[in-house]
């Protein structure tokens, strides 16, 4: 009896072994999940060549063999799986479409000549489709297409590349394409075809893909983006975008050699890349940014589209901002009927809806930024045991996980939980997880912030442990599992939000923690955070609490254009929150710091979107800049206190003596970089560890995660920083998991 516990997207169906068993000298019977039969020296051989001759998307992680008493089998039959209720397996991601697929996809002489679901058990649709295990066709959509005779012949041949692959179809018995638009079909020969001819035309198209809606439009013509901007109502965040191959998307962006790898790897994520100085992109699909967010297709039917003039095409999410991506033709038509012009339909069900993945390269090094598509539900394996828990996540960027085993399964991207139809999506996708993983959580771990969505849904199970996370102690937890660490370190968390013990809204914070505890040891000085999220989203706000902060009343005395830029009743109204503390909870946030320096210098002074202040701050930022700004560590009470007066009145007389902004973001960059290393120092003086963990959505800022990792290696600390997992809140969910089950242990 030979089990394997497998990694990615193995299918023992899929093993060139299987070929071999099919012979009367290796009788055998196999399911999806293991082999049984055969004599001592052909098993030995077997299992050699199963390390040898693995599928091209196979991980092995460990087989386990037990040898039993011959079974007089009189051939090789593939059984129908068991339905275990107790037993799990892995499921695989969603795959691009494979190189053999794609040969076929263009050749005139294939019977699957541009047929936009053409797929094989290398590639295709996995997490997308699956309604429950074992991953056979009838637990799939795709069950209500009966194979034409051609399909079941290639699904029954071990010998054939589509040898058991459940999605395995064709023009004659598969999924297929419409173009419609709100009054009905639109009779045409090639409904892809009439697609690509009105996105040229500067039409918007609802294009169904294989985990959702995307709306697309030609991403070279600035009327049509400016057009979908203006009705999606999405002013300034970036839009990601398509190209059918690198050497298009070398027209318009910078490539190196390991953001080509990551761009054509079998996950196809969206990844960052630096934009070419000629316009040969619309500036209106990322204005006031240096990057790009760049995918290669990764269905059939994104090739077949993309085999046209177009240089590239508009790829945004299918829904109003911050609505989950829509699924489904109904929903579509109702959801999607303002934003686009026609639907690009199919009538293949998508059973989870799933987010195109987030990535960029920095350092070498590929760093997940939204972990989706391509990657979930694949788990991170850890280095020890976990019960079984669910950890419900954030609100922003949310995910939850649970573990099993050794395994995390870190959902897919689930969004910000901050509407109904959020919350019964993230609901829903609970349900699913635990019963494709047969999972019945034992704990449940979830935020401290009381307003959560994720944290109500926690405290409204009954009957269950539940264990409160603080926010930044899971995200440093997070980096710790990633990375297999044990033991104290120093971590350091800069990011937004995230409640704090004393009821503060923390967000810079230095702590020396384990597993299971952590003791805060530093943070920047708190100020007021006037009318609370509002600030999030007029960061005015932070500055003018900052200023008050440093000059108390007298700051409307100093000659700032920002004071002349804001309506003076705003500014008098948010001085007297502040001083009245009507409605201004106090905040060591990083996040509301570099939004409050945006504002000051004039880069942003409304946000419209997650970040973007801190975002345009460091876009301008000039490089080769070393010159810092003043700033004083206190310490008081176990903690040190970073206090930032010096530099805001710094930065004033920078501002009046004309200093450019971009010198002004770049030493306020370092400034930051430079008070995380001398805290670091001081707690490595005091504690022996030189162990630094970084975490939280500020480190998506790549000017700041360069310079704190060079100046704390400079300075002997060994650094550690998110890769597989996002630094972001996309990560927390597995620190919290790992928190409850040490605490729980």
């Not at 026609?342 to 090094?365: E, P």
């Not at 009343?553 to 000659?559: E, G, Q, V």
């Amino acid at each position: 009896h030979l089990s394997a516990q497998y990694g990615e997207n193995v299918d023992f169906k899929e093993f060139p072994e299987c070929k071999i068993l099919r012979s009367p000298v290796f009788p055998d019977w196999e399911t999806n999940r293991d082999f049984k039969g055969g004599d001592k020296d052909s098993l030995d051989e077997f299992v050699n060549q199963i390390h040898v001759k693995l599928p091209p998307l196979a991980v092995i992680d460990s087989i386990n063999i037990e040898y039993l008493s011959p079974v007089n089998y009189d051939g090789f039959v593939i059984r129908h799986s068991k339905g275990d209720k107790n037993k799990y397996i892995k499921i695989s991601p969603d795959i691009g479409i494979c190189d053999d697929c794609l040969t076929e996809l263009f050749d005139p002489d294939d019977r699957r000549y541009r047929y936009p679901f053409i797929n094989c058990t290398n590639c295709g649709p996995r997490f997308t489709i699956i309604k429950d295990i074992p991953y056979d066709r009838e637990n799939t959509t795709m069950q209500n297409f009966k194979m034409c005779p051609l399909c079941q012949a290639e699904y029954d041949n071990p010998m054939n590349r589509r040898f058991h692959a459940q999605p395995n179809a064709c023009h004659t018995c598969g999924p297929s394409v419409t173009l419609e638009n709100l009054y009905g079909k639109i009779e045409c020969e090639d409904p892809i075809n009439k697609a690509i001819e009105l996105i040229i035309n500067g039409k918007i198209i609802a294009v169904k893909g294989i985990g959702g809606f995307h709306l697309a439009c030609d991403a070279t013509n600035d009327s049509a983006v400016k057009t979908l901007r203006e009705r999606k109502h999405r002013t300034f965040k970036p839009f990601a975008i398509m190209s059918a191959n690198l050497e298009k998307i070398k027209e318009y962006c910078i490539v190196n050699d390991e953001e080509s790898k990551f761009l054509q790897c079998v996950q196809r994520p969206i990844v960052l890349l630096k934009k070419l100085n000629r316009n040969l992109i619309s500036e209106s699909v990322a204005p006031n940014n240096n990057y790009i967010g760049v995918m290669l297709p990764y269905s059939p039917l994104h090739y077949v589209l993309l085999d046209s003039p177009l240089l590239a095409l508009v790829m945004t999410s299918g829904n109003i901002s911050e609505e989950t991506i829509v699924v489904g033709n109904d929903e579509a038509k109702l959801r999607l009927f303002s934003l686009t012009d026609y639907f690009l339909f199919h009538n293949r069900d998508i059973q989870m809806r799933c987010d195109d993945s987030v990535a960029k390269v920095w350092n070498g090094c590929q760093i997940m930024l939204r972990r989706s598509r391509g990657y979930a539900p694949h788990p991170l394996d850890l280095d020890f045991s976990m019960r079984e828990i669910l950890a419900c996540g954030g609100e922003l960027k949310n995910t939850f996980c649970l573990t099993k085993d050794n395994h995390a399964f870190i959902s897919h991207h689930i969004g910000d939980l901050q509407n109904i139809e959020a919350y019964k999506y993230y609901q829903d996708s609970i349900e699913h997880y635990k019963k494709l993983f047969r999972i019945k959580p034992e704990v449940i771990a979830y935020d401290l912030h009381p307003d959560y969505l994720s944290t109500r849904y926690a405290l409204d199970q009954k009957d269950i442990k539940l264990v409160g996370v603080q926010h930044h102690h899971s995200h440093i937890v997070s980096n710790m599992a990633e990375n297999g660490l044990n033991g104290k370190v120093i971590g350091v968390a800069c990011d937004g939000t995230g409640y704090g013990t004393d009821g503060a809204i923390w967000g810079c914070e230095f702590m020396i923690l384990d597993q299971a505890n952590f003791e805060r040891h530093g943070h920047l000085k708190y100020v007021h955070l006037p009318g609370g999220d509002v600030s999030t989203r007029e960061p005015y706000r932070m500055a003018i609490s900052y200023l008050y902060s440093v000059f108390g009343d007298k700051f409307l005395d100093i000659d700032l254009p920002l004071l002349n830029r804001i309506d003076s009743k705003k500014i008098t109204l948010i001085k007297r929150m502040i001083e009245k503390q009507i409605n201004t909870p106090l905040t060591s946030s990083c996040g509301r710091l570099f939004d409050a320096v945006s504002s000051l210098i004039n880069v942003r002074d409304d946000a419209t979107y997650e970040a973007q202040p801190a975002i345009e701050l460091e876009m301008i930022a000039e490089s080769n800049i070393s010159g810092i700004y003043g700033y004083n560590i206190i310490s008081t009470e176990n903690k040190y206190i970073i206090n930032l007066d010096d530099m805001f009145q710094e930065i004033i007389s920078d501002l009046n003596h004309k200093v450019p902004k971009g010198i002004i973001s770049a030493k306020f960059h370092n400034t930051v970089a430079d008070f995380i290393v001398s805290v670091c120092e001081k707690l490595r003086l005091e504690s022996g560890i030189k162990r630094v963990v970084l975490s939280g959505g500020t480190f998506q800022n790549t000017y700041l995660i360069s310079e704190v990792t060079r100046r704390l290696e400079k300075k002997g600390f060994i650094t550690y920083f998110h890769k597989r997992v996002p630094t972001n809140d996309g990560g927390i969910s597995l620190g919290q998991a790992v928190v409850a089950n040490y605490l729980e242990c």
